[in-house]
């Protein structure tokens, strides 16, 4: 049965129900449950957001509340791992992830290869990514490209509640470690989800819309702008085909070149910052692989290279927006894709 | 001022989730005289593409839908009348038009919920039920399918009918399991559910592996019965695409399922970004697999079709229609021959195997007098 619930209640349902299913899943993060052992309220925080509120009542000690100290609980996630369970660790902010950097990339990246194949480290490391919170510089940052530059690591960033629940499924059977984001601006969003278990494969992306005048890839939250600029566009004749990669790694490279090379013009869109991130990297594989299906330079919307303010008003200037997109579309579609269009 | 010689053509309403629907193009000019059954436009929804039929006769007066514009369900689009009817009688018509309560979007609740589902011997089956008098009919989709299969049949049958489409074990929203992944299996869970909603006796429905799976049943159980309707139906013949079921069962993407959906239809036009999704989503479900994969070793080992149900249901004496579109390329359309001594047979042209949706006019009127004459 389906029904409409929000980001926020489907990742809660995806852990309740592979924590039913499988009983070496496990969940651990600072006040993911909020004051056990300690008296008062079980459960009385289920997270800093509440996503993790309600699980502990169904599922007690498989929950655990850890220390304020990531480098610890992180590295005891990726230990059981390699020793037989599934843990999923919350690390709250994304952005806190640089304490723990030695225990994700030196060490749960590098197990299965540097032991043969032997070792599996089926981990599962999920937390807030991205701005529009007012929460501030280290808290607000979308830090994808620093997981996906690391081979070993999957990484998965879902735009609606229906994908959040198939891919953190997926995340939890994977025999790798995962890097699960949660755009913290997405978890009110609701829409139509089955009450049923579902896995969503990686390296699927999914067309959100159909065009044949121009490509949009993104993902998160950014993917709503784009879905946001092609409506617009469309009001002016140009169908944009809209792309949601859904997981960054693995990347799903066969969709995105066969749209380009069927509209020939593409703009990528990335809420991270704009040197060396998904935009580049998208913009750097098509060049490099279908150059002679394009029509125009291809366009890169980004955040800028600052950190994220705290003041409202530059915040939101700060998040690629609808404008800004189809900004960019229209510069694919003047003469050389980037001079003002003078002639037909 | 209800001008009964004004005939308003609405919006149609497909299946239980159709909220509004886009006006692609008409087939039909103003001023040119209507037949019931021609061909007026299309409409396109997120689900499909269509044609909208004419129900009643008389000149295209008005054309109000502008093609490329999205309409709610019930708004008026179109109006037939007849030549002497004032062109002031048919503007007064149309200021006056108000689009029916309870229909446009917030109807739902005062239609109670749109589907339902029943607890079985054979686990959780999803159905809707449609319509409060005459026969009772059931629809039985086929392999891969959901009683959606139905979104343009359903509500034309239960104009004189009461009708139930079920999503069968294995498919739409009822139960993944499937204790016997047999054609007897299938009609084992098939009764239990007519036991459980309490219907003795229905006409049967059924589209590919529903037809099957229908024929079946017919010869367990005659007494419950009361006709068949074989719409390509699997079980009257050998030959099937075997690479159309292998390509179901394997597809995870949306890339490698949308060319198997198309073969599904003679207008591959037909396969729509949400149909493509919808059955994607139907297909991660956990079990789903399983089934589909157990099914298909079942019944369509190696390309062909493990069950052959002809001599059985010519000796049956069931009525019988049999139904085919002609461009089918799952099931090939000369197996409607195979019971053409004892049933009536149909064979449409310009449809594929998912007949009922491409040409779901005929097809409806085809059922209906079938059912009329069997009841």
Known sequence: MSRKISMKQAINEALDLEMRRDPTVIVMGEDIVGGTGAQGEDDAWGGVLGVTKGLYAKHGDRLMDTPLSESAYIGAAIGAAACGLRPVAELMFLDFMGVCFDQIFNQAAKFRYMFGGKAETPVVIRGMVGAGFRAAAQHSQMLTPLFTHIPGLKVVCPSNA??????????IRDNDPVIFCEHKNLYGLECEVPAESYAIPFGEANVLRDGDDVTIVSYGLTVHRA???ATALAKD?????VIDLRTLSPIDWDTIVESVERTGRLVVVDEAHPRCNLATDIAAFVGQNAFGALKAGIQMVTAPHTPVPFAPSLEDLYVPSADSIASAVRRTLSPKGASPRIAA | MLNERIKPIVMPKWGLSMS???????????????????ELLEVETD?????VEAGETGVLRRVLGEPGTVYPV???IAVLAEPDVPDDDIDAFINAYAVPAGEDGDGEAEAGPQYHTAETPAGTIRYAKRGESGPTILLVHGFGGDLDNWLFTIDALAEKATVYALDLPGHGQ???QIADASLSGLSQAVLGFLDTVGVERAHFVGHSMGGAVSMRTALDAPGRVASLSLIASAGLGEQIDGGYIQGFVGATSRRDLKPVLETLFADRGLVSRQMVDDLLKYKRLDGVDEALRALSASLFAE?????????GIADARTPTLVVWGEEDRVIPADHAQALANTAQVAVIPGAGHMVQMEAAGKVNALLKEHIAKAS
């Open chain 2, 47 to 51: 689900k499909i593409t269509n044609v």
């Open chain 2, 174 to 176: 009822s139960t993944k």
């Open chain 1, 227 to 229: 879905m946001e600029a």
């Open chain 2, 20 to 38: 509004e629907g886009k006006v692609t193009g008409w087939l039909k000019r103003p001023g040119s005289t209507i037949s019931i059954g021609d």
């Open chain 2, 303 to 311: 390309g062909r079709q493990a069950s052959v149900l002809v001599s």
């Open chain 2, 74 to 76: 019930k708004a008026l």
């Open chain 1, 237 to 241: 004749g140009t169908e944009a085909e």
């Open chain 1, 162 to 171: 229906y994908d959040a629940k198939g891919l953190l499924i997926q995340s």
